[in-house]
């Protein structure tokens, strides 16, 4: 049950206060919300609590958004950065994956419902993409394509400094696109997706099939194999793990090559646990992606980098969403 809605939280105001936004990441294990100054990119205060527990998970969020707002304040602008395909026009999580009961969730509507202030409800990996660009790696640079490389392949696209988000807002689903024909099945029932071969359970996976049929590793007596032990065994010289961050990475480089074709970017950006994986996955990436391109004008004055937001992505993005939805043009 929400706790404080909706009238002991409306908002209103007859005097001039200070502004703030109010910021969410959902994920399926925590939800994190921060409290943001108008004019500041550091929160005054971050909250974080369990996605599941005491009440639906959509009633925790706004629970923590209400004990989120300081007393006596001004709310500029309540942004959310949900998992899985959102309606960003209308605000409805269309399907979030790992949350019960979100699916066609009109978050827009319920948070309004308690909060009289402007909303607007983003993709997670769309919102990094937007925070990258924003705060992190892509400032400077009009055209960009972020990956999250992680448990999933999530992306975002800018384009001449506006985020992609296509007739529905399901644009830039970079980690479904496919790179092997009738290949490994993916998390969304179809087969040979990049997300299928390169993510972080995508690899683990691959280990284990080849430790099944008597590689020697050092990862022999691991369990469970994880994308970040693979990480560590490469850096000690280990020649499954570092196949396996080769294969992953020589994927993710034709993948990206695609890409340059379609969006013709200045800066690529990997962020997500796989990209911690140093050389070992970064160099066959390069080294793939300029072998695919049709042409070396791609490559010209391209840059391909780590994100630099790190865990901070989703409240960035979500910070990055209500500033422009505070500006007179907002992209939503």
């Known amino acids: 049950m929400i706790e404080r809605c909706p009238n002991q939280i409306k908002l209103c105001y007859t005097l001039i206060m200070a502004r703030y936004f109010i910021v969410a990441d959902v994920g399926g294990t925590h939800i994190r919300t921060a409290c943001f100054p108008a004019d500041s990119q550091k929160p005054d205060s971050i909250k974080r609590i369990h996605t599941n527990g005491v009440g639906a998970p959509h009633e925790r969020l706004i629970n923590l958004i209400g004990a989120t707002i300081p007393k006596g304040v001004e709310v500029a602008a309540i942004t959310v950065a949900a998992p899985g395909p959102t309606d960003p026009y209308d605000g409805i999580v269309l399907e979030a994956p790992n949350i019960p009961g979100w699916t066609n969730l009109p978050l827009k509507k319920l948070i309004q419902e308690c909060f009289d202030v402007p909303v607007a409800i983003g993709n997670d990996a769309n919102l990094?993409?937007?925070?990258?660009?924003?705060?992190?790696?892509?400032?400077?640079?009009?055209?960009?394509?972020?990956?999250?490389?992680?448990?999933?392949?999530?992306?975002?696209?800018?384009?001449?400094?506006?985020?992609?988000?296509?007739?529905?807002?399901?644009?830039?689903?970079?980690?479904?696109?496919?790179?092997?024909?009738?290949?490994?099945?993916?998390s969304c029932g179809q087969r040979g997706h990049l997300e299928a071969v390169t993510s972080g359970p995508a690899i683990a996976r691959w280990v284990e099939q080849e430790l099944s049929q008597g590689i020697p590793s050092l990862l022999a007596d691991k369990r469970p194999i994880t994308a970040e032990a693979i990480s560590k065994a490469a850096s000690q010289g280990d020649e499954l793990a570092t196949a396996a961050l080769a294969r992953a990475g020589t994927y993710m480089g034709i993948a990206a090559a695609d890409y340059l074709h379609i969006f013709n970017p200045s800066?690529?950006?990997?962020?997500?646990?796989?990209?911690?994986?140093?050389?070992?996955?970064?160099?066959?990436?390069?080294?793939?992606?300029?072998?695919?391109?049709?042409?070396?004008?791609?490559?010209?004055?391209?840059?391909?980098?780590?994100?630099?937001?790190?865990?901070?992505?989703?409240?960035?993005?979500?910070?990055?969403?209500?500033?422009?939805?505070?500006e007179p043009s907002p992209c939503l």
Request: proline residues 2%; hydrophobic residues 45%.
């Open 267 to 326: 800066l690529v950006i990997i962020g997500g646990g796989v990209s911690r994986s140093g050389e070992a996955f970064f160099a066959p990436l390069r080294k793939a992606m300029e072998k695919h391109v049709m042409s070396k004008k791609y490559l010209e004055n391209l840059t391909l980098t780590k994100a630099d937001l790190g865990d901070e992505v989703g409240l960035m993005g979500a910070l990055a969403l209500a500033q422009q939805l505070d």
């Open 128 to 186: 990094a993409a937007l925070g990258e660009w924003r705060f992190g790696a892509g400032i400077g640079h009009r055209n960009l394509v972020y990956f999250t490389v992680s448990t999933g392949i999530g992306g975002g696209v800018i384009i001449d400094n506006q985020l992609l988000l296509g007739a529905r807002g399901l644009a830039a689903e970079l980690g479904h696109v496919t790179v092997i024909l009738d290949g490994p099945l993916c």
